[in-house]
């Protein structure tokens, strides 16, 4: 064995040397033919491999796989990347589009317990819209049994609605969620109980079943025991296409992508059901394209951050807080409170409330009700500028004082201070009454008090032979100089 030592190095040559040992520093490359077996290997700074198998994988942060990772140096690198599935008569893609959105080429359908959310706030439901959602372009609701636009509500007697604690129960007036239905005296409910986390479940002590076609496939027991499938027929079956997550591995892979995600279908499987799934604590969470139609389905609510919103063929269709301009039909049988409500059509309300329809105003309220219209004050009909009928505290007017010329047409028999006009007369009157500014009473002689004037008659209302059928005022005054008329012979 020859040995040298120059500038503080060691030079060993034997070609017959089978082993080392001691530590030693080497600088510069280090070539290997054939292969290296070490127990521990420690690499600073980057490892450039081209396939490494392992039995196991841990990393220092300990996280799990990242999935569909698009980067770029600027938004034009991004544009048009995502997940895109294709085969025979279909092409549907869930790519980002330039100005910080997600488009889709076909229906986003997600479950019938999850909801859309934007920036943590629920906006959109299977049955519902969210709260923020105070405006729309809607030009058609669906029939509504009920509706209080404000208040707890309470729909056909079974669905309670408690404005204050944000629940609603289904055949039960205290939900213990946000969503609660019973039945068979269980307790079905949707809720959360912390920020980031949603529990659906049974609040009583009973099992829980998932169905499909009406039948049970997985069993979540009242002891935390998951089952899959049925115990007689041994029918359950757990398919992972993708990675299975243990306790036993842990990785954390990052994928800086150039092209989007491609589940390409084979004659042995196709692309439905494939896309994006996240496991934790024995629950997968899933992004995958659906069937009958295609859709892109999500087990999970879908939340946009702040300011952004859901678009179809470029076109806005549901923010934060308002539905976009171009939907404008739907079968909503709940609106928030509103500002405004204009119809162009006919509008039909099935059930008058209890507190009716009021029309607020600073000193008079008027409510329409199922009696007729109560106004606190007055009441006026106004056609263009005119008041065709005012009613008020002291009077009732009808026409316009400065349209003497306009006919008012009264079909049907008139009584005045007479509940029951006869049948044989058009007009009956149960008192004096003026006539060309001359003043007709009636009574069984002339008056003997009050102000009358010239030509004022009283009508003789005991007439008999040999007297007269009334008298008339000559001479006004208190009460003035009266003469008999019109002998009865």
């Known amino acids: 064995m020859a040995q040298t030592i120059q500038d503080s190095i060691i030079q060993i040559v034997n070609e017959g040397m089978a082993s080392t040992s001691g530590s030693f520093h080497h600088l510069g490359d280090y070539a290997i033919d054939g292969s290296v077996s070490v127990k521990s290997l420690t690499v600073e700074t980057t490892l450039d491999v081209g396939t490494i198998r392992a039995a196991r994988i841990v990393t220092l942060e300990g996280s799990n796989l990242e999935k569909g990772n698009f980067t770029g140096k600027e938004e034009a690198e991004i544009d048009g990347r995502g997940l895109r599935f294709t085969a025979p008569n279909v ?11 997600i488009w889709s080429n076909s229906n986003v359908d997600i479950a019938a317990e999850k909801s859309y959310h934007i920036d943590s706030t629920e906006v959109l439901s299977i049955n519902k819209l969210g709260p923020t959602v105070t405006q729309s372009s809607l ?15 309470v729909l056909g007697d079974f669905a309670h609605f408690s404005s204050d604690s944000g629940r609603l129960g289904l055949n039960t007036e205290s939900p213990n969620g946000e969503l609660a239905v019973i039945t068979n005296n269980i307790e079905v409910i949707v809720g959360s109980d912390s920020v980031h986390r949603a529990k659906f479940g049974t609040y009583t002590n009973d099992h829980l079943d998932i169905i499909t076609d009406d039948t049970t496939r997985i069993t979540i027991t009242n002891g935390g025991e998951v089952v899959i499938g049925d115990s007689e ?9 993708g990675r299975l997550y243990v306790d036993e591995i842990i990785a954390d892979t990052r994928l800086s992508r150039s092209t989007s995600l491609i589940f390409q279908a084979t004659e042995d499987d196709t692309f439905y ?13 899933r992004l995958v394209l659906g069937h009958n139609p295609d859709r892109i389905y999500s087990t999970e609510s879908i939340d946009l951050a702040e300011n952004n919103g859901y678009y179809i063929n470029n076109q806005l269709v549901l923010s934060n807080h308002a539905l976009g301009p171009t939907i404008v039909e739907s079968n909503l049988i709940k609106v928030g409170v509103l500002e405004n409500l204009t119809v162009a059509g006919t509008a039909q309300l099935s059930t008058v409330l209890s507190t009716d329809i009021q029309l607020p105003g600073e000193t008079n309220r008027i409510s329409l009700c199922s009696t007729g219209i109560i106004a606190d004050n007055e009441f006026t009909i106004v056609r263009g500028h005119d008041s065709d009928l005012h009613i008020s505290s002291t009077d009732i007017s009808i026409g316009h004082r400065q349209n003497k010329t306009r006919p008012v047409r009264i079909s049907g028999r008139v009584g005045i201070n007479v509940s029951n006009p006869s049948s044989t007369v058009d007009l ?31 009508w003789n209302s005991n007439p008999s032979s040999t007297s007269y059928a009334g008298w008339i005022c000559i001479v006004e005054g208190n009460p003035g100089q009266w003469r008999p008329f019109g002998l009865i012979a």
Request: net charge positive.
């Open 91 to 101: 092409d549907a893609m869930l790519v980002y589009r330039a100005g910080g959105k």
């Open 139 to 153: 030009r058609q609701v669906g029939t509504l049994s009920k509706l209080r636009v404000s208040g707890d509500s």
């Open 233 to 241: 027929y041994r029918n359950g079956v757990l398919r992972v296409n």
């Open 273 to 285: 059901g494939k896309g994006i799934e996240w496991v934790a604590n024995d629950r997968v969470r």
């Open 428 to 458: 009956a009157i149960g008192g004096a009454f003026s006539f060309s500014n001359k003043q007709f009473t009636s009574g069984d002689s002339a008056p003997l008090d009050g102000v009358y004037s010239k030509g004022d008659i009283c």
